[in-house]
């Protein structure tokens, strides 16, 4: 898990690009669309979001990185092969890992709709992360947002969680 340490900092720096990309946007639901269904693709991952994301080379070292006005989406990574006994962990016990391994203290992973996620925030973002266990590695994927568009977004994060497919 040496790998989710070098990853918590990685999200910090992220957060910050983040901030700095969505101040001043006033995107608010009744506002608009966050657009319509578009599935993008990796190996190992395919998530629908919408077309208003584009695919961003990750200067960060996440496996994928996506970008819309209203949020960004990251995708890391973690092979099977990385630490030993990792192919034999539950998704219970690795996502409690993740947040033990990157020092969040009172977060608790919580399960919906049979995924695995917990909250946090960080320099002024939401950041909901959900983790999937594919047949070669376990996979995180991030939404992160503004705090003040949250409560408005978590329900679309939870919908593109469950539509991504892991093999």
Known sequence: MKKTVIFAGLLLVLCGLLSGCLSG??????QGSVGNSKTFEKDGITLTLTD???EQPS????YAYYVADFCGVVVSK??????????????????????????????????KDGLWFYEKTSNGNFV?????????AFYIVQFI??????????DMFHLWAQA???Q
């Not at 946007?25 to 009744?30: E, N, S, T």
């Not at 030993?84 to 992973?109: C, D, F, R, T, W």
């Not at 947002?145 to 978590?154: N, P, Q, V």
């Open 52 to 54: 208003k994301f584009k």
């Open 78 to 111: 973690e092979a099977f092969s990385l630490e030993a006994g990792l192919a034999e962990m539950s998704l219970e016990q690795y996502i409690k890992n993740v947040i033990q391994n990157n020092g969040h203290k009172n977060i608790s992973p919580q399960k």
């Open 145 to 154: 947002c503004r705090i003040s568009d949250s409560e408005s977004l978590g």
């Open 164 to 166: 991504a497919v892991i």
């Open 25 to 30: 946007l006033m995107i608010l639901p009744d």
């Open 59 to 62: 200067e960060l070292g996440f």
């Open 128 to 136: 909901r992360s959900y983790s999937y266990k594919g047949s070669d």
